[in-house]
């Protein structure tokens, strides 16, 4: 099993700048991509951004060029860096990780949720 713990949500101006801080324990080792989707009232989850073990970055139309996200294998914490902020950003932000199904059975993992609020 992988829990995650999602920290950094917070109220920021529009153009203001936020951090969102992912950490996982249990069977990290088998954690084979992780990612942040998000969920604003009266739309469906979508995503914002996920990072392969190899590194290998994608984002949403939406947040490209605003939004970095990253991974530090040894602290086992999921980051993303989101700038430029936009009141349409507002959402609850959700943690992501995939174990392969090879090690330890495999599984979708999600964090308990960080609200962002960007006002305008």
């Known amino acids: 099993q992988v829990q995650l713990v999602e920290s950094g949500g917070g109220l920021v101006q529009a153009g203001g700048s936020l951090r969102l801080s992912c950490t996982a324990s249990g069977n990290t080792i088998c954690i084979s991509a992780m990612g942040w989707y998000r969920q604003a009232p009266g739309k469906e989850r979508e995503l914002v951004a996920t990072i392969t073990g190899g590194g290998r970055t994608n984002y949403a139309d939406s947040v490209k060029g605003r939004f970095t996200i990253s991974r530090d294998k040894a602290k086992n914490t999921l980051y993303v860096q989101m700038t430029s902020l936009k009141p349409e950003d507002t959402a609850v932000y959700y943690c992501?990780?995939?174990?392969?199904?090879?090690?330890?059975?495999?599984?979708?993992?999600w964090g308990q949720g960080a609200q962002v609020t960007v006002s305008s």
């Open positions: 992501n990780a995939v174990s392969s199904s090879w090690c330890g059975g495999g599984g979708d993992y």
